[in-house]
């Protein structure tokens, strides 16, 4: 052996270096070629704890303001189904995913402090275009909405996700605070990811438009991306994206699908009918779910609402009062109609969108005194609080925009609407179902198994009557009851109401259902069972 040092004495032991980076105070990660070459040291590159901290709760919050605020934009072109949640759910998570990986790759290639103000900037102009964009696309481009609606969640989201590893890169001077750091910023995104969902769920959407809510979103950020920029005295993007921000707020005034109220769960509007007077038409989500005559509420335009005007009419006595409740209330057409037919009538409702009811008082006329009591409530809470035996009518009427609220389809549900009625009481229900019908035979199942009469209504094509027809789908309606029904009387008051619909019972009902299964709580599909038409209801 040669007297000649090795190379690790000369430079001292891997031991010996980490002692002498601990005693100057030099984080061991630190590159000295980048110390030579004047690059700022990662202690000069640091983020204040309380800045970080704020940055990543906005940005983590801002995701979920997104997330939701797309859910409501896409109701009314998409419906409000299991499936559209779960796109816009899969969208985000896909945004966050890609956001933090590509945040952190870049944070260790590039300065992050020169990333962080970009990242807030473009995001904020792309959340401020989104209501405009989306609804644009979804009138003159239907085709495109799902790539569309994929970028304008996709977008923003992995760009505000890429904030926290970026944050956590500047927080980071030394790797002996590396769990402390990154623990600290992960909880704090969490927590900033819940406040944005308590706030948007329970303040924004009950206050604000969501079209609102998206621009001022969007010029919140272009703001912290100014701030950002300030300190840093880095990228300059700041006042185009303000003026992003301006023109996402005017094309959103001037994009379609305008609301003359948006409501805690519907894009609103009434159109007046040209043809009578005193006709109105309550779009929800761009769907017609009601027809309201002000001036005559005997009128009654939808076939579906004759068709259940016929068969109350012939199950009860001519123009006596009956107690009714209503799951779902809309412009309340038919309890103003058994108000009018029955005085004395007693009509509980409830309507879950509080902006319904508020339509139904500004635009139609809703007075107390009308025998009409509606109470904002979910339909299946609603039902609980009701006495046993206490109705002889329940009238399942209730929709999410093109979709049905599950939980009112169920066995445990008819039960439950069963013991609400007495013994000769009636259970009437709006089905609505395309293509193979399979969310209405499922329905008819589940009541065939809770009650011992249950009836169809439909078209002729709709419930097999007609075999030489393929079924059309559209609105059907359904009877059920612990008594037998006159199905004579019931056509022969179809027939003068010029409904052009049919009865199936019995046999012909038990084929026309054929193997579905029954609804439970437990197993309840209905948005995969029901078939999307592009016929509006009504």
């Given at each position: 052996?040669?007297?000649?040092?090795?190379?690790?004495?000369?430079?001292?032991?891997?031991?010996?270096?980490?002692?002498?980076?601990?005693?100057?105070?030099?984080?061991?990660?630190?590159?000295?070629?980048?110390?030579?070459?004047?690059?700022?040291?990662?202690?000069?590159?640091?983020?204040?704890?309380?800045?970080?901290?704020?940055?990543?709760?906005?940005?983590?919050?801002?995701?979920?303001?997104?997330?939701?605020?797309?859910?409501?934009?896409l109701?009314?072109?998409?419906?409000?189904?299991?499936?559209?949640?779960?796109?816009?759910?899969?969208?985000?998570?896909?945004?966050?995913?890609?956001?933090?990986?590509?945040?952190?790759?870049?944070?260790?290639?590039?300065?992050?402090?020169?990333?962080i103000?970009?990242?807030?900037?473009?995001?904020?102009?792309?959340?401020?275009?989104?209501?405009?964009?989306?609804?644009?696309?979804?009138?003159?481009?239907?085709?495109?909405?799902?790539?569309?609606?994929?970028?304008?969640?996709?977008?923003?989201?992995?760009?505000?996700?890429?904030?926290?590893?970026?944050?956590?890169?500047?927080?980071?001077?030394?790797?002996?605070?590396?769990?402390?750091v990154?623990?600290?910023?992960?909880?704090?995104?969490?927590?900033g990811?819940?406040?944005?969902?308590?706030?948007?769920?329970?303040?924004?959407?009950?206050?604000?438009?969501?079209?609102?809510?998206?621009?001022?979103?969007?010029?919140?950020?272009?703001?912290?991306?100014?701030?950002?920029e300030?300190?840093?005295?880095?990228?300059?993007?700041?006042?185009?994206?303000?003026?992003?921000?301006?023109?996402?707020?005017?094309?959103?005034?001037?994009?379609?699908?305008?609301?003359?109220?948006?409501?805690?769960?519907?894009?609103?509007?009434?159109?007046?009918?040209?043809?009578?007077?005193?006709?109105?038409?309550?779009?929800?989500?761009?769907?017609?779910?009601?027809?309201?005559?002000?001036?005559d509420?005997?009128?009654?335009e939808?076939?579906?609402?004759?068709?259940?005007?016929?068969?109350?009419?012939?199950?009860?006595?001519?123009?006596?009062?009956?107690?009714?409740?209503?799951l779902?209330?809309?412009?309340?057409?038919?309890?103003?109609?058994?108000?009018?037919?029955?005085?004395?009538?007693?009509?509980?409702v409830?309507?879950?969108?509080?902006?319904?009811?508020?339509?139904?008082?500004?635009?139609?006329?809703?007075?107390?005194?009308a025998?009409?009591?509606?109470?904002?409530?979910?339909?299946?809470?609603?039902?609980?609080?009701?006495?046993?035996?206490?109705?002889?009518?329940?009238?399942?009427?209730?929709?999410?925009?093109?979709?049905?609220?599950?939980?009112?389809?169920?066995?445990?549900?008819?039960?439950?609407?069963?013991?609400?009625?007495?013994?000769?009481?009636?259970?009437?229900?709006n089905?609505?179902?395309?293509?193979?019908?399979?969310?209405?035979?499922?329905?008819?199942?589940t009541?065939?198994?809770?009650?011992?009469?249950?009836?169809?209504?439909?078209?002729?094509?709709?419930?097999?009557?007609?075999?030489?027809?393929?079924?059309?789908?559209?609105?059907?309606?359904?009877?059920?009851?612990?008594?037998?029904?006159?199905?004579?009387a019931?056509?022969?008051a179809?027939?003068?109401?010029?409904?052009?619909?049919?009865?199936?019972?019995?046999?012909?009902?038990?084929?026309?259902?054929?193997?579905?299964?029954?609804?439970?709580?437990?197993?309840?599909?209905?948005?995969?069972?029901?078939?999307?038409?592009?016929?509006?209801?009504?």
């Amino acid at each position: 052996m040669t007297g000649s040092p090795s190379s690790s004495a000369a430079e001292g032991t891997p031991r010996d270096i980490d002692s002498r980076a601990a005693a100057e105070g030099t984080p061991r990660d630190l590159d000295p070629r980048a110390a030579a070459e004047g690059e700022p040291r990662d202690r000069d590159r640091a983020l204040g704890p309380r800045a970080a901290a704020a940055l990543v709760f906005g940005s983590s919050a801002a995701v979920l303001v997104v997330e939701i605020v797309a859910l409501r934009l896409l109701a009314p072109y998409l419906g409000l189904t299991l499936e559209t949640s779960t796109m816009v759910i899969g969208i985000a998570l896909t945004a966050i995913a890609l956001g933090s990986w590509l945040g952190g790759r870049l944070a260790d290639q590039v300065d992050p402090r020169r990333l962080i103000g970009p990242a807030l900037g473009v995001s904020g102009a792309v959340v401020a275009l989104t209501p405009a964009v989306l609804r644009s696309t979804a009138e003159w481009a239907p085709v495109l909405l799902l790539l569309v609606a994929a970028l304008t969640i996709l977008v923003p989201g992995a760009l505000l996700s890429a904030v926290t590893p970026i944050a956590t890169k500047l927080r980071l001077t030394s790797l002996a605070e590396t769990g402390t750091v990154v623990g600290r910023l992960s909880g704090v995104g969490t927590v900033g990811a819940i406040a944005g969902t308590v706030l948007t769920g329970f303040v924004l959407v009950s206050r604000l438009p969501v079209s609102g809510i998206l621009i001022g979103l969007g010029a919140l950020l272009v703001a912290a991306s100014a701030l950002v920029e300030w300190r840093t005295r880095g990228w300059s993007g700041t006042p185009a994206l303000a003026l992003v921000v301006i023109a996402g707020a005017l094309a959103g005034v001037a994009a379609p699908g305008g609301c003359d109220a948006e409501t805690k769960y519907h894009c609103a509007r009434v159109v007046a009918d040209p043809d009578r007077d005193g006709g109105r038409t309550l779009v929800l989500d761009g769907v017609r779910h009601s027809y309201v005559d002000v001036d005559d509420p005997t009128h009654l335009e939808f076939a579906y609402v004759r068709a259940i005007a016929s068969v109350v009419d012939t199950a009860f006595p001519a123009g006596e009062p009956i107690d009714a409740h209503h799951l779902g209330g809309g412009g309340l057409t038919l309890p103003r109609y058994l108000a009018a037919t029955r005085p004395g009538t007693h009509s509980l409702v409830s309507e879950i969108d509080g902006g319904v009811v508020r339509i139904d008082r500004e635009r139609f006329g809703l007075r107390p005194e009308a025998g009409i009591e509606v109470r904002t409530e979910d339909g299946r809470l609603g039902l609980r609080r009701l006495a046993t035996g206490s109705r002889d009518l329940v009238v399942g009427d209730a929709f999410g925009g093109v979709s049905v609220p599950w939980h009112l389809t169920t066995a445990e549900a008819m039960a439950d609407v069963r013991r609400v009625l007495n013994d000769d009481g009636l259970y009437l229900a709006n089905l609505i179902d395309h293509g193979g019908m399979d969310f209405a035979r499922a329905e008819a199942a589940t009541l065939a198994e809770t009650f011992e009469h249950v009836v169809l209504v439909g078209e002729p094509a709709d419930i097999g009557s007609d075999r030489t027809a393929a079924p059309d789908g559209g609105n059907l309606v359904v009877l059920a009851s612990d008594r037998p029904v006159d199905l004579s009387a019931v056509q022969k008051a179809l027939d003068g109401r010029r409904v052009g619909w049919v009865t199936a019972a019995g046999d012909d009902l038990t084929s026309w259902i054929g193997d579905a299964r029954p609804l439970t709580d437990d197993y309840a599909p209905v948005d995969q069972l029901l078939q999307p038409s592009g016929r509006r209801a009504g």
